[in-house]
């Protein structure tokens, strides 16, 4: 559902408009599209990098270059041990929110 919202958005359209009139392989490319350019540099990006520049330069006199300073950002993969693992800390903090053990009964 997220995919579709993220579409109907970029073509600024209903999820229901978009999903009537986008066929699943047109789908599969803005889904494609999308998630590439979400990773991407942009001009903001590279604005608040000179900012941030400055704002060193205030504090440093060692000089910086923009590229030290642009985040990086980077698709992280979900493991199945991942998702096992968050779930196990879920479950714990619920326990604990309810006041029982791990295994179920009252602590």
Request: no cysteine; hydrophobic share 40%.
């Amino acid at each position: 559902m997220g995919d579709w919202i993220r579409v109907a958005s970029h073509l600024g359209k209903s999820i229901q408009e978009a999903q009537s009139v986008i066929p699943s392989m047109e789908f599969t490319m803005w889904r494609l599209y999308l998630e590439e350019e979400e990773y991407k540099t942009t001009k903001l990006d590279l604005y608040l990098a000179q900012i941030a520049a400055e704002v060193r330069r205030t504090v440093s006199k060692k000089n910086v270059s923009l590229k030290q300073l642009i985040l990086k950002w980077t698709k992280t993969k979900v493991t199945k041990s991942t998702r096992a693992e968050a779930a196990k800390a879920s479950k714990i903090k619920w326990f604990g929110f309810l006041g029982l053990n791990n295994d179920g009964s009252n602590t």
